[in-house]
Each structure stands twice: as C-alpha cells, then as structure tokens.
C-alpha cells in the first residue's frame, strides 16, 4: 500500500510499505482523505520536537473501517470514521481529570505512532468515531481541525456578551473565529492579521471585523474595544504580553503555540486586570462535541478549503500549504477515491 513517510528530517517518500493487519482492540481504516496541518510541515522538515522517524504523518483523516482486530466487534466494518489522534493510557493523573491530550505516555497518531497519510491505517477502535450521514465525505477530515477550536473554547467559556480579539486568520484562526460567531454566539469577533487575502477570508467566516496590523499598533487599530476573550491563534511568541496589554479587565487569553522562545511578560500585567490564561494542546475527547456542529450546520468547514491534491502530488501539497498562505488555507488530500 501507499503511505507518505518522512524517514528522516527533510526526506519525504511516497513508498510501498506492506498491508497492515489491526491488533487486538484497533480497527484498520481505508483511508479516503486527510488534510495537512502545519505540524505535518514540521515533522517533514525535522521542527517537530515530539515525533520518531521514520514516520508516516497525517492526524486529520476520515475513511471506512474495513477490517478489526481481536476484541472489536465485526459490526464496525463498514463504517464511516474519523480519527482522534490522541492516544492515551487512561490511568495517570492528567487522564483521571479528564486531559487525555497531555497524558504522561501521549503518543499522537501522526506523530508518535503511523497516521493517516496512507491507504490504510490503524488505530484504536476507542479512537475512531462514527460519522453522521449528514457530514459529507468532502469535509469529514476537517473534523479534527475544530476540535482545536472546541478545546480552547471549552476553557474559555465565550459568552453572547464577550468581544472576541483572534490573533491569525490561518487554520487555527478560522476555526475559532467560526466556533465563536456561530456556535457561541460572541457579541463581536475581531481579528488581527498581516496579509490581505487572509483578512478577507477571516470576513467570509464570520469576523465581524478585521484589522491589519501589518503597519500599525492592534493596540492603535482596537481603539477604545477592550477584549474579553483572546485567542493565539498565530503562535508568536510576542502576543501574548501584547494580549494582556490589550485586554478587559477579567478577560481570558487562549495560548495555542509551541514556541521554545520566550515570552517576556509581568505578573502585574496579568494580576492587575485578574486575566485568566488557557493553554490548550490537541483535543481532550471533544470529537462529539465538534461531529453534533457540523450535523447541526453551526460551522462550515468548506470555507477553510482551499485547494485538494491526490496522494501522488503530495510533495507539491505541502510546499503550497508551507510556502503560499496568500492563497492557501486548509489542502485535502484524496487517498482513496472510491470509497464514498
């Protein structure tokens, strides 16, 4: 079978590897599509400081199960699924209160263990969740996208009365800015953002304004609007001092990034307003959460959609998806064709 393998930093092959058999407890799934996410970029280019080579990437993936292993029931073939990459061993303390995502023996498909960007692939049964038939095959890998969203959001509680200031109009911007608009209902969605072609895509999902703070000051471009929530979604290590300076009293701030660069920050500026401060890694099982949105219609992932690719053009993907963000959002990736 096909899979897209990084074998080591900056040596991506699209090779035959031989068919895989599910364990015990897993299912095997006839991938269909995946999407790229930056981390894919990361691992292909050795950035990632999480994943083992070789490996095969992708963690944003929809098939049909076509085979289980022991302790599965047989039932599940034929199945619609998506993935949750977050694997995790259900026992240590991060686990017993509900945060899987940081489990002390994590391993992320994609990144620890193979992912998605392959003919097959198999993963926990636990792990694999049942599409509704309302969700199109189109968009069912974007699921895992906006549990990104659905995780931040879960801690920063947004409210009919919150304005919302969202750093970053990529992926992780978009995603939240749609959960906030349409999900929560948030009185007012700014977003801040350097590049033209992405504050207009920031409009078409939901802000209900934009700034371009690529020659001045957000600070300057905000006016007299105090944010009650905030979102990293760009993952610079300058925002945050900036967002504390920027927010409402008793505001809260949502940190997405991974950068080992420092953050120069004050106490005072933080305890003097009692600003809450969220970090939010993965997902903590918010698959049901982000699968009752899309049955509902609440997001609309085809307007993070930018471009598709079948799995032979799968070096031109990611060089589009790394190098073009003018133009490029969210690439799909078509693996198998014929199982819709």
Request: charged share 20%; proline share 6%; with cysteine.
């Amino acid at each position: 079978m096909k899979s897209v393998t990084i074998e080591k930093p900056n040596a991506l092959v699209l090779n035959e590897i031989p068919e895989l058999s599910p364990m015990d407890g897993e299912v095997r799934i006839k991938v269909s599509k995946a999407s790229i996410c930056g981390s894919d970029v990361g691992i292909w280019h050795g950035k990632n400081p999480f994943a083992k080579y070789p490996r095969v990437i992708g963690h944003e993936f929809y098939g049909v199960i076509d085979n289980v292993g022991e302790g599965v029931d047989p039932a599940r073939i034929g199945e619609r699924v998506v993935v949750d990459p977050v694997v995790a061993c259900g026992q240590c303390y991060p686990c017993s209160v509900g945060k899987p995502n940081v489990c002390e023996s994590l391993q992320v498909i994609g990144v620890h263990r193979d992912g998605g960007f392959s003919e097959h692939a198999c993963v926990p049964s636990g792990n694999a969740y049942q599409l509704p038939e309302s969700i199109a095959d189109e968009y069912a890998s974007m699921v895992e996208p906006f549990t990104i969203a659905a995780n931040i959001c879960a801690y920063l509680k947004p409210t009919e009365q919150d304005i919302a200031l969202v750093y970053g109009a990529g992926p992780m911007g978009l995603t939240a800015v749609q959960a906030l608009k349409h999900v929560y209902k948030v009185k007012e969605v700014i977003v801040a953002e350097r590049l033209p072609e992405r504050l207009q895509r920031a409009l078409d999902n939901g802000a209900d304004r934009v700034i371009d703070n690529s020659q001045a000051s957000t600070q300057s471009l905000l006016g007299e609007t105090k944010p009650t929530i905030i979102i990293d979604g760009a993952c610079h290590p300058a925002i945050f001092a900036e967002a504390a300076s920027l927010a409402s009293p008793a505001a809260r701030i949502g940190l997405l990034g991974f950068s080992n660069s420092a953050s120069e920050i004050t106490q005072q500026a933080l305890t003097s307003k009692e600003i809450s401060v969220f970090t939010s890694r993965l997902n903590s099982r918010r698959f049901p959460t982000v699968l009752d949105w899309f049955d509902k219609g609440l997001v609309a992932p085809e307007k993070i959609i930018t471009h598709h690719f079948d799995l032979a053009d799968i070096e031109q993907a990611m060089t589009l998806f790394e190098h073009d963000a003018k133009a490029c959002c969210k690439v799909i990736i078509d693996i198998n064709k014929n199982n819709s």
